[in-house]
T-cell receptor, first 110, second 113 residues
Framework: GIQVEQSPPDLILQEGANSTLRCNFSDSVNNLQWFHQNPWGQLINLFY???GTKQNGRLSATTVATERYSLLYISSSQTTDSGVYFC????????????FGKGTKLTVNP | KAGVTQTPRYLIKTRGQQVTLSCSPISGHRSVSWYQQTPGQGLQFLFEYFSETQRNKGNFPGRFSGRQFSNSRSEMNVSTLELGDSALYLCASSLGFGGYEQYFGPGTRLTVT
């Protein structure tokens, strides 16, 4: 099945810093999503981005499908950005709905 | 529009018992998927239902089963609970089957003692 790798596994920042999270996947996809998991466990949708670039406030994402990677940019980080960020992909005709990476744990210190 | 809802939110069961979890998708969504999250294995796909039919199934034993009703609501059942079934169970819904954006509910946290 398709493999998803996220890096870095852990990231510690000072408030106001910028960061880039990476997601590599091993096969073509028809769905790629970025999520932020809140402290209560709910997965919050950040981006649905199987290809191209999108922006939402301080967050933006780019997926280069031909090179099988996606990047999530967080600018001017805030303490409320802390948490775990997941990348998840769906392969066309695959046997699994969404395959998740192991996540990047982001800690933003004041 | 209301989001995905899951009940119950928390559950404590004893080894050997069975449990049923419920998921109500976003209105108009016809696909429901279930995932298990544990510290050791991360987020893993359990199964997907679309138009009351199981379309995909992850690598889980037959103790894990599910169904979908005509109103798209879904239930999953775990029989003969084991300690290792303690996990956060997440349900997601989407408009259709294949390539659609998934929206997740708040999850059911199951503890097996």
């Amino acid at each position: 099945g398709i493999q998803v790798e996220q890096s870095p596994p852990d990231l510690i920042l000072q408030e106001g810093a910028n960061s880039t999270l990476r997601c590599n996947f091993s096969d073509s996809v028809n769905n790629l999503q970025w999520f932020h998991q809140n402290p209560w466990g709910q997965l919050i949708n950040l981006f649905y981005i199987p290809s191209g670039t999108k922006q939402n406030g301080r967050l933006s994402a780019t997926t280069v499908a031909t090179e099988r990677y996606s990047l999530l940019y967080i600018s001017s980080s805030q303490t409320t950005d802390s948490g775990v960020y997941f990348c998840a992909v769906e392969a066309p005709g695959g046997s699994e709905k969404l395959v998740f990476g192991k996540g990047t744990k982001l800690t933003v210190n004041p | 529009k209301a989001g995905v809802t899951q009940t119950p939110r928390y559950l404590i069961k004893t080894r050997g018992q069975q449990v049923t979890l419920s998921c109500s998708p976003i209105s108009g969504h016809r696909s429901v998927s279930w995932y298990q999250q544990t510290p050791g294995q991360g987020l893993q796909f359990l199964f997907e239902y679309f138009s009351e039919t199981q379309r995909n199934k992850g690598n889980f034993p037959g103790r894990f089963s599910g169904r979908q009703f005509s109103n798209s609501r879904s239930e999953m059942n775990v029989s003969t609970l084991e300690l290792g079934d303690s996990a956060l169970y997440l349900c997601a819904s989407s408009l259709g089957f294949g390539g659609y954006e998934q929206y997740f509910g708040p999850g059911t946290r199951l503890t097996v003692t």
